[in-house]
Every structure is written in C-alpha cells, then in structure tokens.
C-alpha cells in the first residue's frame, strides 16, 4: 500500500506545482540583456520591432529554460501575438527532452496538454 502511494504521489506532485500562467513581458534587444532566472516572465527579444525569441522558464518548474524562436526565416518557429503584457504563442509548445512538457501560452496562461 505504501509503494502504491508513494508512486501515486511522485507521478501528482510535479502536475500540482507546474505553472498555469505566466506575470507579464519585458521586450529586450539581446538574448543577452535576459536575466538567468526569468521568473515569471516571458521575455521577447525583438529588434526594429520585429520578433527574434521568446525566452521563458519552462512551466513545469524544473529549472530549465525554453528558447522559441520567432524569425518565419527558420524553422521551426512560432508566431507571437503581443496584447500590452500579454502573450499568445502558436503552436504549442512541446519539450520532448527532460520533463517532456506539452502545452498553450495563451495570453500569459498555460494550458496543459
């Protein structure tokens, strides 16, 4: 019965504790000018106004940063839409290395697959 808890537990404990929104943006011109920690922030690095990045902490919580990028130049890349401090990204977003996160960034909310 322990065993059966403990597994229960360690597969819950990571859903309950992922982020389910985002705070706010803060445009930078280098991927350099991002802090190490960006908290609950969504960074957009744009130059001329046109987007390059989309540099975020991923919202499992793990401690590992997600680099998207924005240029239609490369691929793959996203679309960002802007809203004051809002921030829309498509498609979804999904890291199939380490926490194998899938998920929306919606106006600043995350919704998990």
């Known amino acids: 019965m322990r065993k059966l808890l403990t597994r ?9 504790f992922r982020r389910k929104k985002y705070e706010g943006l803060r445009i930078v011109e280098r991927a350099s000018e991002v802090p190490e920690d960006t908290g609950s922030l969504i960074f957009l690095v744009q130059r001329n ?3 390059l990045w ?3 902490d991923c919202p499992c919580r793990t401690g590992h940063r997600l680099s998207v990028n924005l240029r239609q130049s490369e691929e793959p890349f996203w679309t960002v839409r802007q ?6 990204l498509h498609p979804s977003l999904w890291y199939k290395d380490q926490c194998r996160s899938h998920f929306w960034i919606t106006r600043n909310k ?3 697959v």
């Open 110 to 112: 995350v919704k998990w």
């Open 8 to 16: 229960l537990l360690a597969h819950l404990a990571p859903r309950w």
């Open 54 to 56: 989309a540099i975020l």
């Open 49 to 51: 106004g046109s987007p």
């Open 83 to 88: 809203e004051g401090h809002l921030v829309t």
